[in-house]
């Protein structure tokens, strides 16, 4: 199940190329291009293009024609890959549960961490070059290239987390959702319309509304709201990722297909197969 997740996610990504801006097709990738590992966890795309896959068995960069493999004896903590990262200014972060490493050139360079970091749940940047970890330990900072610190943040373990476009982090917080502008944090539960659970997928959509995922339950929060809505219509698992195409769409990846929605608020979906039906 975990593996047709993210290979589902591979796809999407690869469509998110300009040769793909208008269609949709399907391509597999597998051990002809070099994909030795079929379990992947994360993916990133750099500015130059390359398509990073991180696995349970090393990091995969992947050219337009072949997959190169990243492992221990190149920088990484670890082979194991949780999390992937590309700051604004093109820098590829991953995340492994033995720690964290940046590229630096052709290699992979540890990240010095004050303090123990645990499980690294997700890696996002600021507009201003500010790095957040999510861990099991807290919410994790690095600035100007520095070593990662814990921040008072909210408390326990972070889940997933999100940058908004003016600084502001958005993330799952045990079991509810926070916002965190640097200073103080916001707590959203049940009385802002916040079930209990792993948030941990975060968006903002074409309209300025904020998006937040658990695997099959999605939430709406309008511009200039400040409680979440469930979306009734989303009920597809299998993943928590939410990203936009360059169109504006709105794409969730799920064990059925990718799921999309458009300015209609209406979702369809696209896989090679077709696609289950809502309801």
Not at 203 to 224: E, F, I, K, P, T
Request: charge should be positive; hydrophobic fraction near 40%.
């Amino acid at each position: 199940m975990a593996a047709a997740r993210y290979r589902a996610l591979l796809v999407l990504i690869l469509l998110s190329w300009p040769s793909a801006a208008k269609r949709y097709s399907f391509e597999h990738y597998g051990q002809e291009q070099g994909l030795a590992n079929a379990l992947v966890r994360a993916l990133a795309q750099d500015k130059t293009g390359f398509l990073w896959v991180g696995t349970r068995d090393g990091l995969f960069r992947y050219d337009g024609l072949r997959f190169q493999r990243f492992a221990v004896p190149d920088g990484l903590p670890e082979a194991s890959i949780r999390t992937l990262h590309v700051t604004g200014e093109g820098t590829l972060w991953a995340g492994t549960q033995k720690g964290i490493a940046r590229l630096a050139g052709s290699r992979l360079e540890p990240v010095p961490v004050e303090g123990e970091t645990r499980s690294r749940l997700g890696i996002a940047s600021d507009a201003s070059g500010r790095v957040y970890v999510a861990s099991s330990a807290g919410l994790f900072v690095a600035e100007g290239g520095g070593s990662l610190r814990r921040v008072d943040g909210p408390a326990g373990a972070i889940r997933g987390l999100w940058v908004d476009h003016d600084n502001i982090v958005w993330m799952g917080c045990g079991e509810a959702i926070c916002r965190w502008d640097g200073r103080k944090s916001e707590v959203f539960g049940p009385r802002q319309g916040v079930p209990r659970g792993s948030w941990t997928g975060f968006q903002r959509d074409a309209a300025g509304a904020l998006l937040a995922r658990a695997d099959s339950s999605l939430l709406v929060m309008r511009r200039d709201d400040n409680v979440f809505r469930k979306d009734l219509q989303f009920r597809f698992p299998g993943s928590d990722q939410l990203m936009l195409d360059r169109g504006g769409r709105l794409l969730a990846p799920s064990q059925g297909g990718i799921w999309m929605r458009g300015a209609e608020e209406h979702w369809t979906c696209r896989n090679r197969k077709g696609c289950p039906p809502i309801g």
